[in-house]
């Protein structure tokens, strides 16, 4: 779907620069010489990169039928959602002004490039590819530079591999990632060592290495890794910036025929002060009040700033809001950090949405006197405001057949399946849940 949608865009781009040209180019002759760049509109690139990319320079030849494919050129990257350009000429010498429009690139990832770093890699892309900032868009002809950059690379050093790339979730935020992957050689993971004495030390990490150790050594799998297990003990310990550099490591390739290439993997981590809880203060709550809320989080000004009993807390004031029926809640802490005095102040932003109310509940999959059973048991009244902690726990108890629902009926299903239907103009929800 996003290879038409693009597509389109760019026909809808072509469209629009030879527009601009040709009103502008009316009264200036077939061909002339460059004589300045220019580019406006972009907040990530400067006029030397996209001047670079356009391949155009002071004293180049050019015509109207050139600049229209360079245009095109342009759109078709994915890094710009809009391209126009105009020109002006004098004396058979024109300036040319391109205006930009950025589009969303997301950050790359080199899952398995083991040989490289990742600063060698990104050389290696922005030689061929001067736009290329460590991001890449969704979808458009950049992809296809950095694709050859990599395959250029791999081959430079001998080895065969095809290189392939896809979007995916970002282990370490709700966001995604753009992941380049070879299919050629492979390496297990040997070991796993950290530069700092926290980790180094804690034998929890000790007992979770087997996450990575005896694996095929994945950049994606690593830094899944540094987010669920390494990270959470740097939080709890109130250092809120830890931070991890790019995994080094040294290999060890396979060199008879039963052998096997190794990586000892060594994580970076730049642990950051340590932190105290000055106070929390909250926003755009109206149903319930700041008192309330604080008391839900337990870390209190003077106390450590435990990254994991803060994030608990703002994930008890959202299942507060569901249990009075704001489904949509949002909690979003903004940290406000004071180095000189060791202190982090949380000015926490509340959007409550509407409060939804209990519609209608939709069963199927069970036997008419189970479905009949289930709906005597259920406690949520149409109308009555809806409690999504009643919810999950009546969900948790129907994921097997149970007595304290069912009695001694026999009921047998082997998986449940549920879906909330919201109406946004009445505010009521209906509960659907399928049985099989």
Same mark, same amino acid.
């Given at each position: ?245 790019? /995994?080094?490591? =040294?290999?060890?390739? *396979?060199? !008879?025929?039963? @052998?096997?290439?190794?990586? #000892?993997?060594?994580? $970076? ?63 979003? /802490?903004?940290? =406000?950090?004071?180095? *000189?005095? !060791?202190?982090? @102040?949380?000015?926490?932003? #509340?959007?409550?949405? $509407? ?82």
């Amino acid at each position: 779907m996003r290879v038409h949608r693009f597509a389109l865009i760019s026909v809808c781009f072509s469209c629009v620069v030879f527009a601009a040209c040709h009103l502008a180019a009316q009264s200036v002759p077939p061909s002339f010489v460059v004589a300045e760049v220019h580019a406006s509109g972009s907040h990530r690139y400067s006029d030397v990169q996209i001047a670079a990319t356009a391949g155009l320079k002071p004293g180049d030849p050019v015509d109207r039928d050139e600049l229209q494919e360079i245009a095109d050129r342009l759109a078709r990257l994915g890094v710009f959602s809009t391209v126009n350009f105009r020109f002006t000429a004098k004396n058979n010498r024109a300036t040319i002004s391109f205006e930009l429009e950025d589009a969303m690139v997301v950050p790359v990832m080199f899952e398995n490039f083991p040989w490289f770093s990742d600063q060698a890699l990104s050389d290696e892309i922005r030689r061929a590819a001067p736009l290329f900032d460590g991001g890449a868009p969704q979808g458009g002809s950049l992809l296809q530079q950095i694709t050859a950059a990599l395959s250029a690379k791999l081959a430079s050093r001998g080895i065969k591999a095809n290189v392939e790339h896809a979007l995916v979730a970002q282990p370490s935020s709700d966001g995604e990632i753009m992941q380049f992957r070879q299919d050629g050689p492979s390496f297990t993971v040997s070991s796993v060592q950290f530069n700092d004495w926290m980790a180094q030390n804690s034998g929890k990490l000790h007992d979770r290495v087997s996450d990575l150790v005896g694996k095929r050594f994945s950049r994606f799998a690593i830094e899944v890794f540094e987010n669920e297990q390494v990270r959470p003990i740097y939080l709890s310990a109130g250092q809120l910036r830890v931070k991890f550099g790019a /995994p080094i490591l =040294q290999l060890s390739e *396979a060199s !008879g025929e039963n @052998a096997s290439s190794t990586v #000892i993997v060594q994580i $970076p981590i730049q642990p950051g002060p340590v932190f105290n809880i000055s106070g929390v203060t909250w926003t755009g709550n109206m149903a319930i009040d700041a008192a309330a809320l604080s008391r839900l989080v337990t870390v209190k000004a003077g106390d450590l700033a435990d990254g994991m009993r803060l994030a608990a807390g703002w994930q008890q004031v959202e299942l507060e809001y569901g249990h009075r029926g704001y489904l949509d809640a949002k909690v979003s /802490p903004v940290p =406000q950090f004071d180095d *000189a005095n !060791g202190t982090v @102040a949380y000015n926490v932003k #509340i959007m409550e949405g $509407p409060q939804y109310r209990m519609g209608e509940l939709v069963i199927t999959g069970l036997s008419v006197d189970a479905a009949r059973t289930l709906r005597n048991a259920w406690r949520l009244a149409p109308g009555q405001i809806f409690d999504k902690t009643y919810l999950d726990s009546m969900l948790a108890k129907l994921e097997k057949p149970t007595v304290a629902i069912f009695g001694e009926m026999p009921v047998h299903y082997e998986k449940m399946g549920n879906w909330l239907r919201p109406n946004p103009e009445n505010h009521v929800i209906d509960v659907l849940i399928d049985f099989q």
